[in-house]
């Protein structure tokens, strides 16, 4: 899920139908998480097939394909709320494998309540691989790049606006007026910065990323400037093996299975995600269970299909907390990647000899 805090608590679970108080609650929080506090945290959004996102965990991924790679995501989360969050990526990358790097482009971009909120990334990312032995790699990673968000400041409602009788508006349906203070920009664009580190060999891998290094500035009102307001730094460990199955080889594994954790933290906020990813030939499936620390989050079901260059993956997140009760519905999520040097059977039978670890997911 995306990285934002899902505790089971009424202001964190909107209504799936008109209701004035769940409605002043669900613009109220908005407007004092993003607006109005002193330090106005956000948090990052995350896929649950973070496989196929590599680039968003750690940019030491970067160009772990020797061919070019573009992938895709779509994620909607709480799918039967209006005003729910929809994410949306895309990333480029490539290896250059006489300079032991990798290069790469990424864009994400966050909805929060329909567009009210919104919020562009645009980075580049680099990685440069150290070989220790004939079975032992190391890879450094950056990312640079800009975040820009905005508010949609006219479809925001406050309190002053509610009549007793017709609500937000009057009964015309014509908005009510507000002296709410309107902000002298509604678009805010900052600096980015983020590293990591990646270990691995032929049949594990770990690894770390810190984002948000400079701590970015998304405030939209200066005040308190004396304060932090910066984006809070968010912390990614997460490891892994590879373990071969019967009907693969080690050229060519066609089966095997790929336990896994990811451990983020972010602020005040954390979670944990365990499971394993497992390949099939052309198919592949996973499963995974999300704790977010102070309560039961969600269970997850992958499933996909993969042919030449192309791979395609959907999943699906259970609610398993208490947010469930308000019934906001599953999270689906849909991945599409393709990479180039897939193009064809024969090509990828002879060069999967090429890599000697164990990012067979992860491609």
């Not at 049949?203 to 200066?222: A, E, T």
């Amino acid at each position: 899920m995306p990285l934002r805090d899902n505790q089971d608590t009424d202001s964190q679970a909107p209504a799936n139908s008109f209701n004035l108080n769940a409605m002043i609650k669900q613009y109220y929080l908005l407007l004092v998480l993003m607006l109005m506090s002193v330090v106005a945290y956000t948090q990052d959004p995350m896929f649950s097939q973070f496989y196929a996102a590599p680039l968003q965990v750690n940019p030491a991924f970067t160009g772990v394909t020797y061919a070019p790679r573009i992938t895709l995501n779509y994620r909607n989360q709480w799918a039967q709320i209006s005003g729910g969050y929809q994410t949306y990526a895309l990333a480029y990358e490539q290896s250059i494998e006489a300079l032991n790097s990798g290069f790469g482009l990424m864009l994400l971009t966050d909805n929060a309540m329909d567009g009210v909120y919104k919020t562009n990334r645009f980075s580049a990312v680099y990685a440069y691989q150290v070989q220790v032995n004939n079975d032992f790699f190391i890879r450094f990673g950056v990312e640079a790049g800009l975040i820009q968000a905005r508010i949609d400041w006219d479809r925001l409602r406050f309190g002053d606006q509610i009549d007793p009788i017709n609500g937000f508006g009057d009964p015309s349906g014509n908005p009510n007026f507000s002296n709410e203070q309107r902000p002298p920009s509604l678009n805010n664009t900052v600096a980015d910065i983020s590293a990591g580190l990646l270990l691995y060999a032929k049949s594990f891998y770990g690894g770390v990323s810190v984002k948000h290094l400079n701590s970015p500035d998304q405030r939209f009102f200066d005040v308190n400037a004396n304060l932090s307001a910066g984006l809070p730094l968010r912390t990614t460990l997460h490891g892994g093996l590879e373990i071969e199955l019967p009907g693969g080889n080690n050229q060519n594994a066609t089966a095997f299975i790929s336990p896994n954790v990811l451990l983020v933290k972010q602020g005040d906020f954390a979670q944990f995600n365990g499971g394993a990813y497992a390949g099939f030939g052309k198919f592949f499936g996973g499963l995974w269970y999300r704790h977010a620390f102070t309560n039961s989050d969600a269970a997850i079901i992958l499933a996909g299909f993969r042919e030449g260059a192309l791979r395609i993956g959907y999943s699906y997140d259970f609610t398993v907390s208490g947010l469930a009760a308000s019934n906001p519905g599953g999270t689906h999520e849909v991945s599409l990647s393709i990479n180039f040097e897939d193009t064809k059977e024969a090509q990828r039978r002879r060069r999967a000899s090429r890599y000697n670890d164990c990012f067979k997911m992860f491609r």
